[in-house]
DNA sequence: GTCTATACTAAGATAGAC
DNA sequence: GTCTATCTTAGTATAGAC
């Protein structure tokens, strides 16, 4: 992938959050050097102080694009519901956004302790904004009777980390379909909430 | 936390692993330096080597200990039951003890891509006799008709998902105790596998 | 067993030529 | 916009004195 000197603007960003992305996810921001994610991009290390002012800025950007992707994606997919059909939207939704994405994800669930206090403060502002979507559906179909829920804010937490565990194990190739997939995990979810 | 020249075999090795455990949970095992781990000792970097043979190890015995306590202790609460009795000693279990350790828990969790590749192979073993254990009790609950499952496996890995999420965010002042929140988890798992 | 000192490598980031 | 070259800092690990 190595490239002459030429004028690339337009496409060399990008590459170089693709490139930290993948970088980032599969060894960790911390082992991850500046270098490596330039030799990937096919420019020198230098050169990619022209898309970033820092390291720290790429893995904040990412972050904080896949957060505002996530949240414009399921007010997309969230119509008006009982509580029982938003919940079971939001557990498929939830499932093929993350199998969607599994570097985003990894890196935005293993990354947050390398955010700058700053940086995390914005991030974990849209983590919990999303986190709140959920627990507005279990709060209603609490009330409306639908669930039986012995603590809506713990229920919030243990279905969130339920769905989000199918991205350390799913494979494309694997024994179950996405859809399957989905399908056995409402079914336990539905279950849990005593829907 | 300066200590001046001496003998501290006996001592110094437990501290080092205290102190590593303590700044990897809290940085990362890649952002973390010898140079801090020593500091946090109260010794010079280089008399690390005498307990350690390098920054790996340390991992590695981390997690090993972690892994090798963690099936120790569920085997010896795990008594000859019924399936729903297993559950609820597996989900009680499973919560206090990863509660009770959270630094072993995070370095468990989020460092396995940092181990090299038969160090691995080893935790990975680890990690997964223990899951098996739980695989088991849900097989015999659903061959018995106690439990109703969609999906065995994904049921595992559902709720130890589940489970292993309460450490991301109890806290020992927070609004519930542990009895607590084990009593609500339990609740929830229970209904979730249809028992 | 720990110290000081250091060998060696590599990191993030910048300067100036092209 | 990218290159080469480099500054500065910091990393892991080792050697030899005490």
Redesign the interface.
């Known amino acids: 992938m190595a490239r002459k000197t030429g004028s690339h603007s337009e496409i060399t960003g990008p590459l170089v959050l693709n490139a930290a992305q993948t970088l980032f996810a599969?060894?960790?921001?911390?082992?991850v050097s500046m270098r490596q994610i330039a030799a990937e991009v096919g420019v020198q290390a230098g050169a990619l102080y022209n898309y970033t002012r820092d390291k720290q800025s790429l893995l904040f950007d990412l972050m904080k694009t896949h957060l505002d992707d996530l949240f414009a994606a399921w007010t997309a997919v969230d119509k008006g519901q009982t509580p029982t059909e938003r919940l079971e939207a939001f557990t498929r939704f939830h499932i093929a956004f993350h199998l969607d994405r599994p570097d985003a994800v990894f890196i935005a669930y293993?990354e947050l302790?390398?955010l700058e206090p700053q940086n995390f403060e914005v991030i974990e502002v849209l983590r919990k904004t999303y986190e709140t979507e959920l627990e507005n559906i279990l709060r209603d179909g609490k009330d409306s009777g639908e669930f039986t829920l012995?603590?809506t804010k713990?229920?919030t937490?243990?279905?969130?980390?339920?769905l989000?565990?199918?991205t350390?194990?799913y494979r494309d190739d694997g024994r179950?379909s996405r859809d399957r997939?989905e399908?056995?995990?409402w079914?336990?979810?539905r279950?849990?909430?005593?829907a």
Chains 1, 2 share one sequence.
């Open positions: 599969r060894h960790g921001y911390a082992a293993m302790r390398n012995p603590d713990l229920a937490l243990a279905v969130i980390a339920m989000t565990g199918v350390t194990w179950l997939v399908r056995i995990y079914n336990m979810v279950k849990a909430v005593g």
